[in-house]
Each structure stands twice: as C-alpha cells, then as structure tokens.
C-alpha cells in the first residue's frame, strides 16, 4: 500500500468553520484563533470571506482579519463570491482567492441563486484576471458526490467543470463532499479518475465532512488515490445545514492524528493544535465533538 | 480496488456492549434487545458471558438470556473465560464459545491476573475438549495493535498466537484494537500478514474501536486486506476503560450504513437494527452517540 509520504492540511475552520456560526466571534479573538493554528504549524488556511456582511455578518471583519493576519509563511486565502468579493480583495494586501461553485445546479441554484453554469460564466474572467495579476486562486467544488436535492452526482460532470477549472488557470481544485455521504470507494474512484485526467500541476484537496462519520476512511482512501492535501477544521468547527446535530467538517486534530500514527508528516504538532481547538470552543454554540479534544479532556490524551 | 461482496457483522452490543454498563438491565429487556437486533438481520451475535456474578452483575442473568435467545438461525455465541464459565456452558444448550486472551503479556496480567502464557495453558485443554464435542470455538485476541501499559505489540507475537490458537483447531479469530488506537495503514499490514500465513478455513473477525474516530477507516482498510468479518456493537455499546468520554466500539450501525453505501452485502436492514438501538438506549448511562443514531434523531437519516 503506497501513500503519500507528506500530506499538506489546508485549514478552514476560521472561515468555513465559523462563518455558520450564529454567535458573533469577536475579530480579535478570531485572530488569536488564527495565530494559535499558525503556531502549531498549519501553513495553508481559509482565513475569512468577501460575502456581503447583510448576509454573512460572522464575516464582517474580513479587512480586520486580514489585515492582522498576513504573514509570508503561510498561504491566506480568503473567499470570494462574487465582483463585489474581488474587488474587496484587490484593494487588501491578500493575494490568495477562493470560488465556489456546486457541482449539482440545483444545489447551486438554492444556495447561490444562479445555475452552475451562470456561476461559471460569472466567475471565469474574474479568474482570468486574478490569474494574470499573479494570484493563487483555488476553485471549491462542493457536492462532487451527492447534493441533498439531486442525490449522487455523476462523477463525469465533476471531471468537466474541473477540466473548466483548470483551462481557466486555477492553481488548486478543493473537491467537496459537501453533505458527508460520500463512501470510500466512491472516493477513490473520483479521486483516481482526476488524477488521472488533470495536469500534474493542478493541486487537487479533498474536503470531507464527518456526518456519517466516514471523513477518516475518506481520507485514507483518497491517500491511496494519490491525493496529498486535505481541507480540515479545527474543532471540527462548521454544520452541515443538512444534518443538524451531526458533525460538520472533519476535525484537523482527529485527521493530523491519523495521518501523523501513519508516519505521514503534515508539520502539524497536534499539542499546540488542541490549544487552539480549547481557546476556540467557548466562542461557539455547539459542543466541540472531535475525538481528539474528546480525549484531551480526560486526560489519557494521544497515547504517544 | 478489490473489496468482499459480502460481509459478516458479529454483533457484540449484547455481551461486550452491556458488560462494563454499571446499571443493570433487566434480563426480559436484554431478550427484547436481542430479538430485535436479530429481527434487522443479524446472524452472528455474543449473547452473553459465563464471568462469574460477582465480578460482573450485569451478566449474572445468562443462562436466562441462552434460554429465551438461543435459535437456528443465529450463531450465538457465550464468552467463557475459564473452567468455570466452561462447565456452565455445558449445562446450556449453547454450542458457540468465545474465550478472551490478551496478546500484551502485561495487559492480560492486569485484566484476569495470569500471564498470557498461563492463560493459554488453561484454555488449551478446555477449547479442545469443546472441539471434540462439536463446539463453535472462537478465539478473541485483545490488545493485537496496542497495549496501554507496553505500547505497540509485535504483529509477531500476534501471528505467533493465532497459530496456536489455530492449532487447538478454533473456527475463528476476533483480532482486536482494544485501545482503538491502530492506524489503517497498521492494520492493513497485520491482516495482510495474517490473511497470508494461517489456514485459509480459519475465520478471521477485526474488531475495533472507535476511540479515535478510526474505525470506520480501519473496517475499510481490513476489507482491502480480504477480511470479510467484523465486531460491531449496537448503538456503539461499551465503553473502552482506558478512554472515557470516549466511544467505545465502533456502532454496528455505521459499519451497516458504510458497507451497504459501498454495495457490499451485510444481510442487515438499518431501520430495524435503528430501532433496536433506539430500545437500548434508555438502559444505558451513556448517551449513545453513534452518527445513524443521531442522525435518526434529527429526522434526516440516512439520505438514501
């Protein structure tokens, strides 16, 4: 069995974790949020989101945020919706940009009021022109696997719009299963299929929710796949608006454990990572589940 | 990749489940819990224990749960951990024994103060003595990965003991992380091992833990090394004593839900196996927290 031997961890807890957060966290704390997750090694992060503040109020502070957080060892990324997003971003001093798009036009079509397509047609010269202005920009695919409306989506329309994707000059791909229904083998089926067909130069992550408590065997199996880079949440901080109760995002702590037990480096200490994860917890309104802050609790801890 | 078609769940909530539950459950709900369990299609199941009574209260209705569960249709298995449990066994209708040793030397010294070598002395004589009379036998290693006084133990010592055990002629081996602390790549490579080495007619289970979130991944990495066989536990019954808080073994549950999504035959109907868990869950101390059971609860299921 051939795995990866480093893995890169891309954290978004402070964007997509917090942003369903209904409980405003004050910027300030968020920024020592964020500086905790730095010092425990994570070097690539979603760190706000240009939305509109009328909708998204949790993201208000995106200037503030960014603006104390920059730093030149890590990679900031900050989302961006829209026009509107992009032009708040070339007026900051960020120069990583993050796109959404769902895979699944339904699922677009209620989360964003347009259809993929629209989306895409939207989105594709603002693209162009990050691109020639010298951005990074990562494209988000969200229900690659399944949407809740249209149930699974075919694993070929994922492969067109990436190839749109990748023709446009993205540098990374995050393909997400957005509602955690995912299986492993799915998994490594679409991963193999991507890897298979994109540019080598592409990066490709893969974002795993934790609702069905598959987002570890997920992981596992997209190693196999080939894939070297995972977006993870502290805490795993986030929803899933579909599952309530359930855990969202798959927690950085319970993968960093995982990927580390296997000899697979992520630079990541988990020690630091779980300080974050404690100064965080009393700023949100659920109970942090993870099982690595689970364990801290009692005091048996990692076990080595 | 290459996957099992079908596979055997061994349902364990009944025995290991409710044995470290401090409050007693009433015999008449244990049966009630256990036709129901059998009612979602489950075919193999540790029923209960010959421990003595007044070590373990909880287990001290057995002959009681043997008389009203016992049927054709089930492997129904009793855990005998010595002599004693053996004679009452006997006495009983039951023709399926399990017996309990622990690969860590030290582990098994501190569980049922004996060596491991002491141990194997005792029940060698009695597990052929069950072979020559027809018996089911089937042999649990606890402690196969790790062992929380001497750390990682030797996939030798752990091969070495399933030989013998092989050699007194067992039916079957339940190969556990009682710690829940094995990682997928660990126990791809100790399955692999001992898929390659002992006698193709030996059933081979794994059994695992969901301590740190691993299991499923683990159930996934154990199915690319052939294994074909699994301890659940209903609801995810049982706690691990060296982690609380922590889940214990991974809920039958979610393996159900997993496999089934990955078109791999189980024979079990989640919305039944559902109920039985929702019957169980008022008898327990802890709140069940497996991801079908919650999300049963927030009405939005299974998704398909």
């Known amino acids: ?123 594709a010269p603002l693209i162009k022109d990050l691109k020639r202005n010298g951005f990074f920009v990562r494209a988000c695919l969200s229900t690659a696997f399944y949407c809740p409306y249209e149930g699974k989506v075919d694993e070929q329309e994922v492969l067109a719009l990436s190839e749109e994707f990748a023709a446009l000059g993205v540098d990374e791909l995050s393909v997400a299963d957005t509602i955690g229904l995912a299986n492993p083998q799915e998994v490594f089926e679409l991963f193999s299929l991507l890897k298979h067909h994109l540019p080598s130069t592409l990066l490709i992550a893969a974002h795993f929710h934790d609702t069905r408590g598959m987002a570890l065997a997920n992981i596992f199996s997209a190693l196999q796949a080939g894939i070297d880079r995972f977006d993870t949440s502290a805490g795993g901080l986030g929803g899933c608006p579909f599952a309530p109760g359930a855990t969202g995002n798959v927690a950085t702590e319970d993968a960093v454990f995982m990927l580390n037990r296997m000899g697979i480096s992520t630079g990541i200490q988990l020690e630091p990572l779980l300080e974050a994860v404690e100064f965080i917890a009393p700023f949100v309104s659920r109970g942090l589940q993870s099982r690595q802050f689970l364990l801290s609790k009692t005091g048996k801890g990692a076990l080595g």
């Open 1 to 123: 069995m051939e795995l990866p031997q480093r893995v890169s961890i891309i954290e978004v807890g402070p964007r997509d974790g917090l942003q369903n957060e209904k409980q405003l966290v004050p910027a300030q704390e968020k920024i020592k949020f964020i500086k905790k997750l730095k010092a425990s090694g994570i070097q690539e992060m979603e760190l706000t989101s240009f939305v509109s503040p009328k909708w998204v109020p949790q993201m208000s502070d995106a200037e503030q945020i960014i603006e104390h957080c920059l730093d030149d060892s890590t990679r900031n990324l900050v989302l961006v919706p829209n026009e509107k997003g992009v032009s708040r971003l070339l007026s900051s001093a960020c120069k990583n940009a993050a796109f959404f798009v769902g895979v699944s036009n339904t699922f677009n079509q209620k989360n964003i009021n347009k259809s993929t397509r629209d989306s895409m047609e939207e989105l």
